[in-house]
């Protein structure tokens, strides 16, 4: 089962409950995915947009609103050597740029087979979900038993006892 799934927060009137989808993509990546589209979620002015999950690729797409949630997704995407792409889903004289720029503006994480250097894309994406954990916890998003948690989950070893 995957979590391929398509919301956006502003019109939704409940608890978001992804559609599932077999398309090859093992549990492992399922886990990761969903995890680290949790973190994210976690974070000041982020909204998830849409997740992909297959055997060949991992997107997580969202918009960002907050300046210090925005350093610590690039920063993190830099660490793990994840893709981090950008685009306007609006021009800015447009009026839904001018009404909110930074929802015009999208990111993607985004991880693939065939990036070349032989990876999965789970094995990119474990490593993001490490980044995001650790520093998570260094700026008191995240408890030292939830870092721990996702540590083990993302086959990372806990940095919590470096912030207590």
Same mark, same amino acid.
């Given at each position: 089962?995957?979590?391929? /799934?398509?919301?956006?927060?502003?019109?939704? +009137?409940?608890? %978001?409950?992804?559609?599932?989808?077999?398309?090859?993509?093992?549990? !492992?990546?399922?886990?990761?995915?969903?995890?680290?589209? $949790?973190?994210?979620?976690?974070?000041?002015? %982020?909204?998830?947009? +849409? *997740?992909?999950? *297959?055997?060949?690729?991992?997107?997580?797409?969202?918009? %960002? =609103?907050?300046?210090?949630? @925005?350093?610590?997704?690039? #920063?993190?995407?830099? &660490? &793990? +050597?994840?893709?981090?792409?950008?685009? $306007? +889903?609006?021009?800015?004289? =447009?009026?839904?740029?001018?009404?909110?720029?930074?929802?015009?503006?999208?990111? !993607?994480?985004?991880? =693939?087979?065939? =990036?070349?250097?032989?990876?999965?894309?789970?094995?990119? /994406?474990?490593?993001?979900? &490490?980044?995001?954990?650790?520093?998570?916890?260094?700026?008191?998003?995240?408890?030292?038993?939830?870092?721990? @948690?996702?540590?083990?989950?993302?086959?990372?070893?806990? @940095?919590?006892? @470096? #912030? $207590?």
């Amino acid at each position: 089962m995957c979590w391929d /799934f398509h919301i956006s927060k502003a019109h939704c +009137n409940g608890p %978001v409950i992804p559609t599932l989808g077999g398309n090859g993509m093992s549990d !492992r990546g399922d886990e990761v995915t969903s995890e680290v589209a $949790a973190l994210l979620e976690k974070l000041q002015g %982020v909204t998830i947009v +849409n *997740t992909q999950c *297959t055997d060949k690729v991992i997107t997580i797409e969202f918009t %960002v =609103s907050s300046p210090e949630s @925005r350093l610590l997704l690039t #920063y993190c995407a830099e &660490a &793990a +050597n994840v893709k981090l792409h950008c685009w $306007a +889903n609006h021009s800015p004289g =447009s009026e839904e740029g001018m009404r909110d720029a930074d929802g015009a503006l999208h990111y !993607r994480y985004q991880s =693939s087979s065939n =990036s070349g250097d032989g990876s999965v894309p789970t094995d990119k /994406f474990e490593g993001l979900g &490490a980044h995001l954990t650790w520093q998570m916890n260094e700026i008191g998003l995240l408890s030292a038993d939830e870092e721990k @948690r996702l540590a083990k989950t993302f086959g990372a070893i806990s @940095r919590s006892s @470096r #912030y $207590a």
